[in-house]
């Protein structure tokens, strides 16, 4: 089969490789569509090293599955758990200890023509359902599964929450679309690229350049949810959310500097990571997403993978202005 393989030093190259085999419990699923995420680009600039080189990366994918003895179409959770561990029992899947994810080793991920998956991963999509738009699926449930976090935290009604997300690429554009579909109302995204900005005025969201901050006058904020991951995004959430809210930090851009753990002491600020998703709020997304939920999920863009060492590039050089590039085959 042909893949996209890291090999490392800032180099992916698209060849032959091995065709997967599926171990018990797992079938082959044929790649229709793969999302380049954030992680992919660590990896690819050898900033993870829980994906060293060689290595399939990819891990937000749609594609299809011989499943009961037919082919369907399918959009995959990427995470896989034990299922019987105390975490997987409370419903905590993702914070399994044992969890892996595809395109981390040990296991390929989905910028290939076939990769191996559990079939309890997959979750069959209605015939004829556009396999694009599923393979947002997995960076809309990061966001999604943060506003389930900021809800619990914050113990109000959606309809009265004051929300800001820091971040318009694809997972601060999927919590503000997951938000929306949930029930807030009172949504600001803060971004500082104009196209990304751009995107996420097209969904219909009141969008803020950071620079601009100063001369807004924003009403109490009860939540920041941090799609972005770095000090300044980190020091604005610190500075506008009220006594008593909520920070849920999805972003992984940096590891130090930005919050304001004084203020967090004397105002009870209350800080929660959230990673990934849980299997409940992955299938919540993709129900979400086959009811027209999230609107016209129209903010990708779908380029060859065997120029996926371009779009790596480009994508690291900031030179893209969509949300989300697709990778795909044909």
């Known amino acids: 089969m042909k893949a996209l393989i890291y090999e490392g030093n800032n180099t992916l190259e698209f060849k032959e490789t091995d065709t997967p085999v599926p171990n018990a419990g797992e079938v082959l699923v044929k790649v229709v569509s793969a999302g380049i995420c954030g992680s992919d680009l660590h990896a690819f600039h050898g900033k993870d090293e829980r994906r060293p080189a060689p290595l399939i990366l990819g891990h937000e994918v749609s594609g299809f599955a011989e499943i009961d003895g037919e082919e369907r179409p399918v959009v995959v959770n990427p995470l896989v758990t034990c299922g019987t ?32 998956m559990p079939t309890r991963n997959l979750i069959t999509l209605p015939e004829g359902f556009d396999m694009r738009k599923a393979a947002l699926c997995e960076p809309i449930a990061c966001g999604w599964h943060a506003v389930r976090l900021a809800e619990r935290s914050s113990g109000m009604k959606f309809e009265d929450l004051n929300l800001i997300v820091c971040g318009a690429g694809a997972v601060g554009l999927g919590t503000a679309l997951s938000a929306r579909a949930l029930g807030i109302q009172n949504i600001w995204v803060i971004e500082t690229q104009a196209g990304r900005r751009d995107n996420a005025k097209r969904q219909g969201f009141t969008v803020i350049d950071p620079s601009e901050l100063g001369s807004i006058e924003l009403p109490v904020i009860d939540a920041v949810i941090d799609a972005v991951g770095i000090a300044p995004t980190r020091a604005l959430a610190s500075e506008k959310l009220r006594p008593g809210g909520t920070i849920v930090h999805i972003g992984l851009g940096s590891a130090v500097d930005g919050f304001d753990i004084r203020r967090a002491t004397l105002q009870e600020l209350k800080f929660i990571g959230s990673y990934t998703y849980t299997m409940k709020h992955f299938k919540e997304v993709v129900e979400a997403m086959v009811d027209d939920r999230f609107g016209a999920l129209d903010w990708y863009q779908v380029e060859p993978v065997s120029e996926g060492q371009q779009w790596f590039e480009k994508l690291s050089n900031n030179e893209v202005s969509a949300a989300k590039v697709l990778l795909e085959f044909s």
Request: charged content about 20%; overall charge negative.
């Open 85 to 116: 561990c105390p975490a997987c029992l409370r419903g905590e899947d993702n914070l399994c200890p044992d969890r892996q994810i595809i395109s981390m080793a040990p296991r390929p991920g989905s910028f290939a023509e076939y990769f191996a």
